[in-house]
């Protein structure tokens, strides 16, 4: 028998595949008052309230000058789901890996730990927790810098006891 997932885990981070990176920051940043706190090269962007490392992602990776879905324009990336611990996200790795779902790919963010794969109609997913702001990754000016290293899942299955 399975038990439910822990019920601190919620909804942490949007990340939206536009057409139009500068357009996008204007809306979420000049309209609803976002702070951009990362801009990562010509094709993405980091937003937030308040001083978390983002709430918004934008990227126009998969879709410069795109228009609506379907796959390769503007629209959902992912939907991200905050976990409360190292341990809670080693359990739903557990669950992940147990139930035969592949994933796309696991990442050491510097901020966070992340898995990712796809629901079965093929959404974007992402299971993360977030390290201690202290242990953040920042640069000389004390700026956010994030990473894409890889994670190690071994660590993470272990972390869940």
């Known amino acids: 028998m399975t038990h439910p997932v822990d ?4 909804i942490g981070h949007v990340h939206l595949k536009v057409a139009d990176l500068d357009r996008a920051i204007a809306f979420y940043s000049g309209v609803l008052g976002f702070s951009v706190t990362q801009r990562y090269g010509a094709g993405a962007a980091f937003l937030a309230a308040g001083n978390y490392h983002h709430h918004i992602g934008l990227n ?34 557990k669950r ?14 510097g901020v966070s730990e992340a898995l990712y794969l796809r629901d079965p109609d093929e959404n974007g997913v992402e299971l993360y927790w977030d390290k201690p702001e202290a242990d953040w990754p920042r ?20 972390a869940a006891g």
């Open 7 to 10: 019920p601190q885990a919620r």
């Open 139 to 158: 640069d000389a000016d004390g700026a956010l810098s994030m990473v894409n290293d890889p994670l190690d899942l071994a660590s993470l299955l272990a």
């Open 96 to 109: 992940v890996l147990n139930a035969g779902i592949k994933l796309d790919g696991a990442s050491d963010h």
């Open 60 to 93: 126009t990776w998969e879709s410069a000058g795109g228009t609506a879905p379907p796959k390769g324009h503007t629209g959902l990336y992912h939907t991200a789901f905050l976990y409360p611990s190292r341990a809670t996200l080693g359990d739903a790795l």
